[in-house]
């Protein structure tokens, strides 16, 4: 069956056009746009109308890019920003108007569609997930079986993103020493709190969303971004420790203009580096899998399910359009 999936973060806008055949993706196409919807949240409470704009527009491209390909159901997901926000209400109707039925999700729901997405590469073995946005870092322990429940443990959303870290405290352009430092202990703090109370970690995290897969990217000067070569690669907290030492020192016009960087990703980079640096520190792990694998691909198989008249594995149902 064919299936659309949106994903409305707090930095990037994203569509996934897949097809699934026995409870498999087995071709798909994903678009990103950069539309910065939390600009400016984390301090006053709301969507700005400009960001607002930014996201209707790129939707508005989605759905032509979505009448195109015909799919048998789409579902339209909001995360971090708009949970916070107090006139989320305002996109949602801009979102209503061009045909799509949008949900703002919790984060315990993105959690569990991250983690399905994820695990169809490693089933059967217990690893740790970790899905770091703009607003919000999602966290899961646990493994899948195909065709058996997922069999989660210590699924937590916290209030951690790249936006967020950038907004709270990486005033200055570049940052000073003491806003970098206090930015990561921030981190590592509410990082520490969470794996305290695991009794043991898994062997294997693997990390999604664009932070990570950017990382890949400048750590391997790609000068054009390719999926296939980033999709499972290992990142060793070495590189991730290189990059933030290019970032630190430079202003973020001059980030924009490294190897493997998007210019709208520049701004909140450095905040994204140290979140992993300081997840990778405070759980423990030398080095982290890199999944190209996320909440859309975990949607398309949850959408798959709904449309085969199946319980949905993450037990939670979507809305969906057609």
């Known amino acids: 069956m064919r299936i659309a999936a949106i994903d409305l973060g707090t930095v990037s806008s994203r569509l996934l056009t897949a097809r699934v055949e026995n409870g498999r993706v087995v071709d798909s196409t994903k678009r990103t746009v950069i539309t910065d919807l939390g600009e400016g949240v984390d301090a006053t409470g709301r969507l700005g109308d400009a960001a607002?704009?930014?996201?209707?527009?790129?939707?508005?491209?989605f759905v032509r890019e979505i009448a195109a390909f015909g799919p048998d159901a789409v579902c339209t997901t909001l995360t971090s920003a708009a949970r916070d926000a107090d006139n989320g209400a305002e996109l949602l109707d801009g979102l209503a108007a061009l045909g799509l039925h949008p949900q703002v999700i919790p984060g315990e729901i993105e959690a569990r569609l991250t983690f399905y997405g994820v695990a169809h590469d490693f089933a059967g073995e217990r690893i740790a997930v970790a899905d770091s946005g703009g607003g919000s870092t999602e966290l899961a322990l646990g493994s899948y079986v195909p065709?058996?429940?997922?069999?989660?443990?210590?699924?937590?959303s916290l209030n951690i993103g790249c936006r967020r870290v950038t907004d709270r405290f990486l005033s200055g352009d570049p940052p000073t020493a003491d806003e970098i430092g206090r930015a990561a202990a921030w981190a590592h703090d509410q990082f520490a709190a969470y794996w305290q109370d695991r009794a043991s970690r898994p062997d294997r995290l693997v990390a999604v969303g664009g932070t990570v897969t950017t990382l890949v990217a400048m750590a391997h000067e790609l000068a054009v971004y390719d999926s296939s070569?980033?999709?499972?690669?290992?990142?060793?907290?070495?590189?991730?420790e290189k990059c933030i030492e290019l970032m630190r020192v430079r202003t973020r016009a001059q980030i924009a203009k490294l190897p493997g960087i998007q210019p709208k990703r520049a701004p909140v980079m450095l905040g994204g580096a140290l979140i992993m640096r300081e997840l990778m520190r405070a759980a423990g792990y030398e080095m982290l899998t890199v999944s190209e694998n996320s909440?859309?691909?975990?949607?398309?198989h949850t959408v798959a399910e709904v449309l085969e008249g199946h319980e949905p594995v993450i037990g939670w149902t979507p809305e969906l359009s057609r």
């Open 52 to 61: 607002i704009a930014r996201v209707v527009d790129a939707c508005a491209g």
């Open 147 to 156: 065709g058996e429940p997922l069999a989660l443990e210590a699924v937590r």
């Open 229 to 240: 070569f980033v999709h499972l690669r290992e990142l060793p907290i070495a590189d991730v």
């Open 295 to 300: 909440l859309l691909v975990g949607m398309a």
